[in-house]
């Protein structure tokens, strides 16, 4: 029997999260389109994961761009010509 105005829609349970709240972490990337005369492009890239620690890095520093480029210059075997662009 329902009457004017009642919903009958069972209540739903409301949880709460103990402790601090974390998320599953932070994925970074970096990377360079590469292309060589003749050649295909190529995506050289980085990863960095950051999963809340305080011992863990939160961003790319200097050393690791510089190991980006490095890698880069590796693999295409020649010079350079970098163009940044935020």
């Known amino acids: ?6 919903d009958l829609v069972p209540a739903r349970a409301h ?4 402790g601090p709240r974390r998320g599953l972490g ?9 292309r060589r005369p003749g050649q295909r492009t190529r995506l050289i890239f980085r990863m960095l994961v950051h999963h809340g620690a305080k011992y863990e890095k939160k961003c ?10 490095d890698a880069v210059h590796q ?3 020649g010079n350079m010509v970098l163009l940044s662009d935020n």
Do not use: N
Request: charged share 30%.
């Open 75 to 77: 693999q295409l075997g």
């Open 15 to 18: 949880t709460r999260r103990r």
């Open 60 to 69: 790319f520093r200097e050393k690791d761009f510089a190991r980006l480029l």
């Open 1 to 6: 029997m329902t009457t004017q105005g009642t």
């Open 26 to 34: 932070a994925d970074l990337a970096r990377g360079l389109v590469c």
